[in-house]
């Protein structure tokens, strides 16, 4: 896993296109968030996961004084199940640690319920819905809120 760089937009958003056909990102927002991830100034942390056969998984984390919000996580189809998704989230929340961010949110597919299980095994809560969050599809969003005290707290029951 390594850091997202603008010569890994194409391949992202290969795989993007693939998984959100509806709602995918487009070319100009990961320009944008990438222009955010570098430098001391820096408030967004976006990883890939690679293989041989090339980008098998993306995330990103924006933050904001002392919270972040997990912009996108995705895993490759062939990938899924394997822990990747996990272990990209877990690289997520150690960036809100060092933004020293005390609350995490995010919003997941109410039809996503894989993803909304990887979320609560983190500790991540859910807070409430977006209605039509996704669009063209209008599908509502699940919003999820992790806080330091539940991390903390997960940890000691985990």
Known sequence: ???MRWWDIDRVLALE???FPEDAWSRGMFWSELAHARGAEATRRYLVAE???GIIGYAGLASSGDQADVQTIAVARDQQGTGL???LLAELLRAATAFECHEVLLECRVDN???QKLYERYGFEPIGFRRGYYQP???DALVMR???DQATEEKKNG
Do not use: H, Q, W
Request: hydrophobic share 30%.
């Open 1 to 3: 896993m390594r850091e």
């Open 17 to 19: 296109k693939d998984l």
């Open 51 to 53: 293989e041989e056969s």
């Open 85 to 87: 998704g996990g272990r």
């Open 113 to 115: 319920i894989r993803a």
């Open 137 to 139: 599809g209008n599908v």
């Open 146 to 148: 992790l806080t330091t």
